[in-house]
Structures are given as structure tokens and as C-alpha cells.
């Protein structure tokens, strides 16, 4: 070790490339279909499950619990309105004439732009988009919001003869 090194490295260094500060979202739909480009906010990435509960007659004070069917939330987007926002705009037109649900992907993205993590989205589709008010005398900046909905993140398909996901270990 050099002199005037300490051991440990500073705390910039042992976060360098393992953690992803919220610079910004992409999305992209069908592999890449439309790409929706970068968003400055994504609220909903959240799954949470209803308990199922069970009572046995043989155990009055000793409930067995299950996790019940996963419920998501709608997932919210917002930015800036920019060119990408047009490629949004094709393809709502896209989904207002063909109702089809599509798969997709959010990524939370670092400041190089690459991928830190991704959500693989199922069937999903848009609720809501919107734009604020444009005033050219408060001079604000005009932002775009999207809402999507879908049925999950999770590889957690169990159809009939599917015997989902292998689990490391098992």
C-alpha cells in the first residue's frame, strides 16, 4: 500500500457503478418498438399482496397465511416535453386504434445513460397523458405526464403446465 493511502476507499470510489441515483427513466415498448425515450420521474413501481388467511378447526389461535394474488399500481411518468414526446403521441395513436396490450420495459438509467435496472412490464397500456397549461407569460416550463397500467413485473406466470421460474437451489 502507498503511504498516505487509507485502506479503505473513499466513499465516491465504493459506489462508483453499483448504485444508480435517480438521474432518469426510458421506456421502451415492444423491444423497442417505441422508445419512448427519457422521463424525470416514475412513480408506482410497486407490487403488494393481499393476505390470504386461514383458519384450521384444529388450531383456533394459529392462523395459516398466504400471500394472496399481486396487486401493481399505475405507473406514473413525468418530463419535460421534448422530441421524444412526439414519438409518445404516435403511439398513443397507435394504441387508441389498435387496443392492444403491449410489453415493455422502464430502466432506471445512470449518468452514462446505461441501464442500472430494469422492470419488464406485462401487458400493459395507457390510462392518462396530459400536458400543463402553456402560458408564455409565466414562462414555465411545459411538462409531459403519462399513466400506464399493467398486470406485473414479477416472473411469476403459474399456468397449467408451466412450472414457472427456477429458483436457485431447488
Known amino acids: 500500500m502507498l503511504t498516505g493511502q487509507s485502506a479503505n476507499p473513499p466513499r465516491e470510489q465504493a459506489f462508483s457503478g453499483s448504485v444508480s441515483m435517480a438521474h432518469n427513466f426510458t421506456v421502451a415498448i415492444d423491444r423497442c418498438q417505441y422508445e419512448l425515450g427519457a422521463w424525470t420521474s416514475a412513480a408506482g413501481l410497486n407490487v403488494s399482496w393481499h393476505i390470504a388467511e386461514y ?84 414562462g414555465n416550463v411545459a411538462m409531459e405526464a403519462l399513466e400506464i397500467v399493467h398486470t406485473g413485473f414479477l416472473d411469476d406466470d403459474f399456468a397449467p403446465g408451466n412450472p414457472g421460474p427456477q429458483l436457485p437451489g431447488r
Request: net charge negative; aromatic share 10%.
Open 55 to 138: 383458519r384450521a378447526g384444529d388450531s383456533w389461535n394459529h392462523p395459516l397465511i398466504f400471500p394472496g394474488v399481486p396487486q401493481y399500481q399505475r405507473i406514473k411518468l413525468s418530463r419535460a416535453a421534448c422530441r421524444d414526446s412526439q414519438i409518445v403521441q404516435e403511439w398513443l395513436t397507435e394504441t387508441a386504434m389498435r387496443n392492444e396490450p403491449l410489453t415493455g420495459a422502464i430502466s432506471l438509467v445512470d449518468a452514462q445513460g446505461a441501464p442500472t435496472v430494469t422492470w419488464e412490464l406485462k401487458e400493459f397500456f395507457p390510462t392518462a397523458w396530459g400536458i400543463n397549461e402553456f402560458s408564455a407569460a409565466q
